[in-house]
C-alpha cells in the first residue's frame, strides 16, 4: 500500500526523526566502536553482558515494574471500573488528582517521602514500586480511561452480573478482555517507566539498573552506552512476548 | 421447568426528587408473560432492574416462589436479561457468549457449549456459533442475548426493551420469536416496552404504568376495550375523545343517545372515549355532521380523519372498500357503531 506523505505527518515524521532516531542511531553508532583497532565491533557489549552486575540489576529492575505493574492493575482498573459505572462527581476530582504526579517534581516527592515514610517502609525496596506507581499514575490512569470510555461498560457488566458472575470475575473475565488493548498500554506504559525511572530511585538511595548504568559509566562510557541500548530493546522484547501469549480476540467492530 | 412465579410488593424507588416506583406491586404467574408499558420516565425500566438486582428498592420486597429475594446480589438471582443495548461480550464467540452463565455456574466445557449449541439451534443461529459478535446484524446479536438469558434456564426471564434498536420487519419478526421460545420452555417473563403493539401481540397480561404506578394490569383485550382509566384508554391504542352531554346515564354523540360505561359526572358535559373502529363515516350531502379531512389508505383498513361542525377531530377506522366515495371535503354523517361508551370527565 502506497502511504501519501501529507505535509502534517511529514513534519512529525521529521521532528521525531530528528530528536529521537538520530540520537539513537548515532549512539548505537558509538557504542560499536572499537577505538583500539579503529573499526567496528560488539566489544562493549560483550563486556556489558559478562558484567557480573548486569544480570543482578536487570533482573532487580525488571522484577520492581513486574510488581509495579500488579499494583496499577490492581488498584486502577476496580476503581476506574467503579468510577465509570457511578458516573459520580468524584470523577472528575480523580481525574484531576492523577494528573498530579506530572506537576509535582520528582526531588520534593522524593524527599517528601523521606521525610515522611516510617523506617520499615523506606528499608524495604518494595517502596519502589509503590512509588513507580505514582509516577506512572497519569499515563495508566488516561490509558485504562480510554478503554473503559470506549466500550459499553453498563450494559456489559450488568449482563455478566445478571448471568451469575460477582464483581471479580466480571472484571477478570469480562472487562480486562474487552479492553485488552488498554491494558496491553497500561502495562507496556508502567513497565516502560518504572524499568527506566532514575531520580526518585537515585535519590532514596536504592539501586536499579538505571543508577548501575550511570555508575558503570563513569568508567566505562562505550559500555555503559551499550548496556543503554541493550535496554531499550529489552522492554520492547518483553512486551513482544508478553503481546504473544496472550491470544488475540476480537474486540473491533463494537456497536 | 425452573420457572418460578414473582411477586412484588410495596416496591418505592426515588432517585434523588424523582419517584420512580410508588407503591409499585405486581404478580406474574408461573410460565406467564407480562409486558409493562408506559411513556419514558413511567418507571418501568426500574422496576425490571429491582426485580433484577441491578437497582434496589428504598422500600417492599420481590419475591420469586415466595422466597423473599430482596437483599439477594445480582449475580445470584438466577434471572435471564436481555438488554435494550448490544450487550453481547465483545471478547467472546457467540457460543461462548451462550454459555458465559453456564460457565459462572461452574459447569464443564463440554456440557455448556452442548446447552449453548441447543439454545442457538433454538434462535436460528446455530451455524454462526463460532463468530464474533461484531459478525452479526443487529437482530442476531439480540437473538444470541435471548439464548445467553435461557441457557442456564433462569427462574425468570427479564426484558429490557430488547426490540427497540431493531428495524420494523425485525422486531415483529424477534417478538413473535420471543413468545415462541417463552411458550414453550414456559419460562417466567417480564417485558418492558414503550411499544404497544409489542406489548399487547405477545403478553399473556400487560400492565399500563404512569408516574410510578400500575395504573392498570390486565389481558390486552380487557385493556383495549375495557381501560380502567382515562390515561389507559389514551394510552393503549387510538382513542376519539368527543365532547358530548350526558343524562340519565345516556351520552348523546352525532346525535344519537347511547349508554355510558361507568366513571364521569352524572349530568353536564362529559368526554366520551370511542375507539376509531367502532366509528362508522357514510357519505351524505342532505344530512351531514361532519366533513373528511384525510383519507390514508392502508390495505384493507383505511383511516379517515374527519372533523365535525363544532372542530372536533373524529378518526374512523373502517374496510377500505367500504370508504372508496369518501374523499377529502365530502360531506359525511359520522355514527357511533357500539352500543355503549366510556366517558370521562370534560
Avoid at chain 1, 506504559?189 to 518504572?194: I, K
Avoid at chain 1, 532514596?204 to 568508567?219: G, K, N
Avoid at chain 2, 394490569?217 to 376519539?240: C, E, H, R
Avoid at chain 2, 384525510?294 to 383511516?303: L, Q, V
Amino acid at each position: 500500500m502506497k502511504i501519501k506523505l501529507q505535509p502534517p505527518l511529514a513534519i512529525t515524521l521529521l521532528i521525531l526523526g530528528f530528536f529521537v532516531f538520530v540520537p539513537m542511531i548515532s549512539a548505537f553508532e558509538y557504542s560499536i566502536r572499537t577505538p583500539l583497532t579503529g573499526g567496528y565491533g560488539w566489544t562493549h557489549y560483550i563486556w556489558a553482558v559478562t558484567e557480573e552486575d548486569f544480570l543482578h540489576y536487570i533482573l532487580r529492575s525488571m522484577w520492581l515494574a513486574g510488581v509495579t505493574v500488579l499494583i496499577t492493575l490492581f488498584v486502577l482498573v476496580p476503581t476506574l471500573t467503579w468510577l465509570h459505572l457511578s458516573n459520580s462527581k468524584v470523577r472528575g476530582i480523580i481525574d484531576g488528582l492523577s494528573l498530579l504526579p506530572l506537576v509535582i517534581p520528582v526531588v520534593a516527592f522524593a524527599v517528601g517521602a523521606q521525610i515522611s515514610f516510617p523506617e520499615f517502609v523506606q528499608n524495604t525496596v518494595l517502596e519502589l514500586p509503590f512509588l513507580y506507581f505514582v509516577l506512572a499514575l497519569p499515563y495508566a490512569y488516561r490509558a485504562l480511561d480510554i478503554g473503559l470510555s470506549a466500550i459499553p461498560l453498563k450494559t456489559i457488566t450488568e449482563a455478566a452480573r445478571s448471568s451469575g458472575a460477582d464483581w471479580l470475575r466480571t472484571i477478570t473475565s469480562v472487562i480486562v478482555p474487552v479492553i485488552r488493548g488498554a491494558v496491553m498500554a497500561t502495562i507496556a506504559l508502567t513497565f516502560a517507566l518504572s524499568l527506566g525511572e532514575y531520580t526518585l530511585t537515585v535519590l532514596l538511595h536504592w539501586d536499579t539498573f538505571p543508577t548501575w548504568v550511570t555508575y558503570v559509566a563513569q568508567e566505562n562510557i562505550l559500555g555503559a552506552i551499550a548496556i543503554s541500548m541493550m535496554s531499550l530493546i529489552l522492554p520492547f522484547l518483553i512486551l513482544t512476548i508478553i503481546t504473544l501469549f496472550v491470544p488475540e480476540r476480537s474486540t473491533q467492530g463494537r456497536k | 421447568m425452573s420457572s418460578k412465579s414473582l411477586t412484588l410488593s410495596n416496591i418505592s424507588k426515588r432517585f434523588g426528587s424523582v419517584t420512580a416506583l410508588d407503591n409499585f406491586n405486581l404478580e406474574v404467574g408461573v410460565g406467564e408473560l407480562v409486558a409493562l408499558l408506559g411513556p419514558s420516565g413511567c418507571g418501568k425500566t426500574t422496576a425490571l432492574r429491582v426485580v433484577a438486582g441491578l437497582e434496589h428498592q428504598d422500600n417492599g420486597t420481590v419475591l420469586v416462589a415466595d422466597k423473599n429475594i430482596s437483599e439477594v446480589p445480582a449475580h445470584k438471582r438466577n434471572m435471564g436479561m436481555v438488554f435494550q443495548a448490544y450487550s453481547l461480550f465483545p471478547n467472546l464467540t457467540v457460543e461462548e457468549n451462550v454459555a458465559f452463565g453456564l460457565q459462572m455456574r461452574k459447569v464443564n466445557k463440554t456440557s455448556r457449549l452442548k446447552k449453548a449449541h441447543e439454545l442457538l439451534d433454538l434462535v436460528g443461529l446455530d451455524s454462526q456459533s463460532k463468530r464474533f459478535t461484531h459478525q452479526l446484524s443487529g437482530g442476531q446479536q439480540q437473538r444470541v442475548a435471548l439464548a445467553r438469558a435461557l441457557a442456564f434456564e433462569p427462574e425468570i426471564l427479564l426484558l429490557d426493551e430488547p426490540l427497540s434498536a431493531l428495524d420494523a420487519q425485525v422486531r415483529v419478526n424477534l417478538r413473535e420469536e420471543i413468545r415462541r421460545l417463552q411458550l414453550s420452555l414456559g419460562t417466567t417473563t417480564l417485558f418492558v416496552t414503550h411499544d404497544q403493539e409489542e406489548a399487547m401481540s405477545i403478553s399473556d397480561r400487560v400492565g399500563v404504568m404512569n408516574n410510578g404506578v400500575l395504573e392498570q394490569i390486565d389481558t390486552p383485550d380487557a385493556l383495549y376495550n375495557k381501560p380502567s382509566s382515562s390515561f389507559v384508554a389514551g394510552f393503549v391504542g387510538t382513542m376519539n375523545r368527543i365532547p358530548a352531554q350526558i343524562a340519565d346515564g345516556m351520552v348523546e354523540i352525532f346525535g344519537s343517545k347511547i349508554a355510558a360505561l361507568k366513571r364521569g359526572n352524572e349530568s353536564g358535559q362529559v368526554i366520551a372515549l370511542i375507539r376509531p373502529e367502532s366509528i362508522s363515516v357514510i357519505a351524505d350531502s342532505a344530512t351531514p355532521n361532519a366533513k373528511v379531512l384525510t383519507r390514508s389508505f392502508m390495505g384493507a383498513s383505511s383511516n379517515i380523519v374527519c372533523q365535525t361542525a363544532d372542530g372536533t377531530i373524529v378518526q374512523s377506522l373502517m374496510t377500505s372498500a367500504s370508504t372508496g366515495d369518501l374523499h377529502p371535503g365530502s360531506s359525511v354523517q359520522l355514527r357511533v357503531l357500539s352500543s355503549e361508551v366510556l366517558v370521562a370527565n370534560a
